[in-house]
């Protein structure tokens, strides 16, 4: 489907959570690198590690407690709140830091936004009230005294909220372990990631909870509940042997994408486009997490993105057969699930590319025109933007394949980049999006022409795009 924008509906809850979530995102993937970095030193060099290390290890406990919260209240108050917003941020986060006695993630992904919001309004107030020549006296002394009372603020109110609502759903889940029945945490997260809240389950719930976990033992299972590449992998493999043409031709690549790159969004089309196969994913996921169970493995830190390389670079010490067995599990009973639902679809190849010829007439919903005296001329392409949810994983793939066909047809000076939804640039003439994106792309941009797509490797809402560049 392609759209116009121009209409502005209630936005959905979805929408709203998955915007969230791509805030939370965006937050995180920044730092990536540090919490990679910190997952391999606790690899390595506490007792249980590789090559244990005491004076090496001595470094595991400051660098969670400080450095990471740290990274994320700066980078937080930053997107916010500009190189100030960074600062505040960062001065609030200690007051959570040093207040509590446990890891201080979401209360630094709560403290370092706030402190941006803060500093930005308080410059709007006094912007232009400072007496010339006091303005860096004004600048500084506001965000030390408001920065001030914000660290006391943390220390005293938000880091006991924080700590409590840690404490129960660490316990919640905690129960959940106990009495055997995590996988069932499969029911709430394959459906969830499908319809892109992946971002909200991995880094706002399980990879706080993995943290603090890894720093008491050395490892979590909490890194593999909603990442396991594994029923992705058995999803795309039925597609690729039973599915129906488009899906059978396209699946292939998609696997390699999604389980060698860890780009899961790859698969999640194939759900959607048979939304009963949602049934293999759960099935997959929680004899994945059962396996992991049974075996009692886990992983160091979050294997960002979800490939089977960053699993295996994550796994610590007398882990590997019990990561690889959970992946392989998973694997397995998606795979027979989905094609036990594939094989008994009764619908023809005629009503599968009906399916798509719908979608082909629906384009044009979204050709924006201009009139020039008393004809109608299409409005020149410029700049096209691939927009997802962090604007890393599938907008990327989209955006370099994109590029590739433009190319072809010599149509390279179009400027073709990714962005996460909400750093979309203004002069941006379309923007790429999947379909379950839509919602909240209109959120940030109500008045640009939408592009909706099914499949990042082959959608005839892509072809049809081309085609009418070309015709241009």
Same mark, same amino acid.
Not at 42 to 69: C, H, K, M, R, S
Not at 296 to 307: F, I, K
Not at 375 to 380: K, R
Not at 429 to 443: F, G, P, Q, S
């Given at each position: ?79 916010? !709140? ?63 005294? =408001? ?23 660490? #316990? ?9 029945? =995590? ?11 499908? =319809? ?100 009692? #493995? ?92 962090? !604007? ?81």
């Amino acid at each position: 489907m392609m759209d116009t924008g121009t209409e502005n509906p209630k936005t959905s809850n979805r929408a709203r959570v998955q915007a969230f979530g791509g805030f939370l995102t965006n937050m995180v993937l920044p730092n990536i690198g540090a919490f990679i970095a910190w997952g391999i030193l606790t690899a390595l060099f506490i007792p249980t590690g590789w090559f244990p290390n005491e004076d090496l290890a001595a470094i595991v406990g400051p660098a969670i407690t400080y450095l990471l919260p740290l990274l994320l209240a700066h980078t937080g108050g930053r997107m916010v !709140g500009g190189q100030r917003g960074a600062v505040m941020g960062t001065i609030g986060a200690i007051g959570l830091i040093v207040g509590s006695d446990i890891p201080m993630f979401l209360g630094a992904m709560a403290i370092g936004p706030l402190g941006g919001w803060l500093i930005k309004k308080v410059d709007k107030v006094i912007e232009d009230k400072i007496p010339a020549g006091f303005e860096m006296v004004v600048n500084n002394f506001s965000i030390g005294i =408001l920065g001030f009372l914000l660290m006391l603020f943390s220390f005293f109110v938000i880091g006991p909220i924080i700590v409590v609502a840690n404490n129960f759903v660490t #316990a919640a889940i905690e129960a959940l372990v106990s009495t055997g029945f =995590l996988p069932l945490l499969s029911i709430i997260n394959e459906p969830a990631k499908v =319809l892109f809240l992946n971002n909200v389950i991995d880094q706002g719930i399980y990879y706080p909870l993995g943290m603090q976990e890894t720093l008491e033992v050395g490892k979590s299972i909490y890194f593999t509940v909603a990442s396991n590449p594994g029923p992705g992998l058995g999803l795309l493999l039925a597609f690729t042997f039973f599915g129906k043409k488009v899906a059978r031709r396209t699946a292939p690549g998609a696997i390699i994408i999604h389980f060698f790159g860890g780009i899961h969004e790859l698969y999640f089309p194939y759900v959607l486009m048979k939304p009963i196969t949602i049934l293999g994913m759960i099935a997959g996921g929680m004899s994945g997490i059962l396996t992991f169970q049974v075996f009692g #493995a886990g992983l160091v830190a979050g294997p960002s993105p979800g490939s089977i390389f960053a699993y295996l670079a994550l796994t610590p010490r007398g882990n590997f057969i019990g990561v690889i067995a959970g992946v392989l599990v998973g694997t397995i009973v998606s795979f027979l699930v989905t094609s036990a639902i594939l094989k008994a679809d009764k619908s023809t190849e005629d009503e599968f590319e009906e399916s798509l010829e719908k979608s082909k007439r629906m384009k044009s919903e979204g050709k924006k025109l201009y009139t020039s005296g008393t004809a109608t001329v299409a409005q020149p392409v410029n700049k096209i933007a691939f927009a997802c949810d962090a !604007g890393l994983g599938s907008s990327a793939l989209g955006a370099t394949t994109f590029k590739k066909r433009l190319k072809k047809v010599d149509l390279d000076e179009i400027d073709v980049k990714n962005y996460r939804i909400e750093d979309v640039p203004e002069e941006s003439d379309i923007i790429v999006v999947h379909k379950n994106l839509l919602e909240r792309t209109r959120m940030k941009h109500p008045d640009t022409r939408i592009v909706t797509i099914e499949n990042y490797i082959e959608d005839s809402n892509l072809q049809d795009l081309l085609n009418e560049l070309k015709e241009r």
